[in-house]
């Protein structure tokens, strides 16, 4: 590919990307998206499929740091970017609806009782349904916990089935995707922006950086946003018997982050972690295991049929940020809750760049206070959620 001339080129094919340059090139825009390797290959082709409403950042927490008008209107557009995601999955995502929060120990209980009067009382929100222990046994039989919230307004998707239909509505509406052709740097000169690839610069008015954890390399700072957490998944062969869930996924409260989902082929997609940094530590796999063996006992030995981690990357209070510097534009921190995020940012952006940047400016102009996770726990914890419930 020699230099390439666009209005737009979209840096990353995850979900934020591949939104981004779907509500642009609806617009009108001229966009490219390159991609170093292939569409949903970081965090978007990895997660648990969770559509989940708010932030990782806890509701009291977002209330404490930004009060409660800010906090009530930023839970609100979360809700925008739920409404988004089944618009833009449909119906060939296996969407399911409602997701468990499952108290790992008594004590979340309360609190997770706590959260769902908060949702209801500040924020308008009376999805949440709380479950005792006796009505959570029956409710989600062969899960591990002592009660849970139900949210009613979440629901899970397939993650990598909904990267394809993202790519497919990117295409369709006209922007061109260029596989395996990674960012290597960023300039600027003339008025426009240059990034430069092993096959030739795209030269572009505007670049959005939706590179997830490999943002730092691209613009200097933004290092200080976010870090690095590695997570771990698993997936078992399909499974003759599972459990009828009343929720289609289920994550709990324990610092070892343990989520779940139920594929559409009766296999178990399982997922536990939060270790800092970029290192992918030893015996992961049997750690994951141990942890399958305390959040389902009952499909403790069930065949795997495979394994992998990788990076998401978190900010200090779970919450994400925007930044637009002349034209070169970033979105990072979505925390394990980018699903509905990213979709939405895409969105947002596009309406910044048509000047209607009232909600990007919200996400652009939050504080964040400099201090990381140094322990495993603490890193899972700014994923779900600063301590999770309230």
């Not at 409710?139 to 849970?148: D, E, F, T, V, Y």
């Not at 009828?244 to 982050?257: E, K, M, Q, R």
């Not at 536990?272 to 403790?300: H, I, Q, S, V």
Request: contains cysteine; aromatic residues 6%; positive net charge.
């Amino acid at each position: 590919m020699k230099s390439l001339r666009t209005e737009i080129c979209v840096v990353g094919a995850g979900y934020a990307g591949l939104s981004t340059a779907l509500h642009a090139a609806k617009r009108g825009y001229d966009v490219a998206i390159i991609e170093a390797t292939r569409p949903g290959a970081g965090a978007s082709g990895r997660n648990g499929g969770q559509v989940l409403p708010g932030f990782a950042a806890d509701p009291a927490a977002m209330i404490a740091e930004f009060g409660e008008t800010r906090a009530r209107e930023l839970w609100q557009i979360s809700l925008r970017g739920l409404d988004k995601v089944r618009a833009l999955a449909g119906e060939a995502c296996d969407i399911r609806d409602h997701v468990a929060i499952v108290a790992a120990a008594k004590a979340d209980l309360p609190r997770l009782a706590r959260q769902a009067a908060l949702r209801r009382d500040v924020f308008g929100d009376d999805a949440a349904e709380i479950l005792d222990a006796a009505a959570f046994k029956r409710a989600m039989p062969g899960l591990a916990g002592h009660g849970a919230l139900i949210d009613k307004r979440a629901f899970s998707i397939d993650p990598v089935k909904y990267v394809a239909a993202l790519v497919a509505q990117a295409k369709a509406a006209g922007a061109t995707l260029y596989e395996r052709r990674p960012a290597t740097g960023i300039s600027r000169a003339n008025g426009k922006w240059h990034v430069a690839t092993p096959k030739g610069d795209v030269i572009a008015d505007r670049v959005v950086l939706a590179a997830n954890v490999d943002l730092p390399g691209l613009e200097a700072g933004t290092d200080r946003l976010l870090a690095p957490v590695r997570t771990f998944m698993l997936e078992t062969a399909p499974l003759t018997k599972f459990p009828a869930w009343v929720a289609g996924a289920a994550y709990d409260t324990s610092p070892a982050l343990r989520y779940m989902r139920r594929t559409a082929d009766g296999r178990l997609q399982f997922g536990a972690g939060g270790w800092p940094g970029r290192g992918n530590p030893p015996l992961a796999e049997t750690w994951l295991r141990r942890a399958l063996r305390k959040a389902l006992p009952d499909l403790a030995q069930a065949k795997i049929a495979r394994a992998w981690s990788g990076l998401v990357d978190v900010t200090t209070d779970g919450m994400p940020r925007f930044a637009d510097r002349e034209g070169l534009i970033h979105l990072v921190g979505f925390c394990g809750h980018g699903v509905a995020l990213t979709t939405l940012a895409g969105e947002i952006v596009a309406n910044a760049i048509e000047g209607e940047d009232a909600d990007f400016r919200r996400f652009a102009g939050l504080p964040q206070t400099p201090t990381w996770p140094t322990s495993f726990g603490q890193a899972a914890q700014l994923i779900l959620g600063r301590a999770a419930p309230v």
